[in-house]
């Protein structure tokens, strides 16, 4: 299965995760930055999306560029999952708000989003990116969690293979 990494990083933290993500899934992964992008990138049979959430619940500049191409594009044969890095400390109220709102854009257009994460372990107050008691997605906490990223990313990217196999 062809998948493909597309990425918004602005301070390198969203870029060394993808890069993480790509390294533990292994062979026929690409990785692309969106700010390089087109909805050619999007032709891959699953596609991880990642989502850094800026200011008080905004998308990276680069991703919300690209968000208008990922609502455009047909990916209504595509699976896609998700993974996103807030500041629960800093931003309690907005935590990870970037992946919830590219969650709200691609849910009804794919042929289905894998990848939903408890949210156990977190402490915040609010985030669009809870569904149902879980994330959408993976959440990665770079600027108080770092220590458990690595773990994280291993136990999610088994969880995707095995729900997309």
Do not use: H
């Not at 995760?17 to 992008?37: L, N, P, Q, S």
């Amino acid at each position: 299965m062809d998948t493909v990494i597309l990425y918004g990083s602005s301070g390198g933290n969203t870029a060394d995760v993808a890069e993480k993500i790509k390294d533990a899934y292994g062979e026929g992964v690409t990785a692309i930055d969106v700010a390089d992008a087109s909805e050619e990138n999007l032709n891959g049979e699953f596609i991880i999306l990642g989502i850094s959430t800026w200011g008080i619940g905004d998308l990276q500049d680069d991703f919300e560029d690209f968000l208008d191409t990922l609502k455009e594009a047909d990916l209504s044969d595509k699976t896609i999952a998700l993974f996103g890095l807030g500041d629960q400390d800093g931003y309690p109220d907005t935590f990870c708000d970037g992946m919830g709102l590219v969650y709200e854009a691609v849910k009804d257009n794919c042929k289905k989003v894998v990848g939903f994460t408890s949210t156990d372990g977190y402490e915040f107050d609010e985030s669009i990116s809870e569904v149902d008691g879980q994330f959408v997605g993976l959440v990665i906490d770079e600027d108080n969690q770092s220590e458990l990223t690595d773990g994280r990313i291993e136990k999610w990217v088994k969880q995707i293979k095995e729900e997309v196999a």
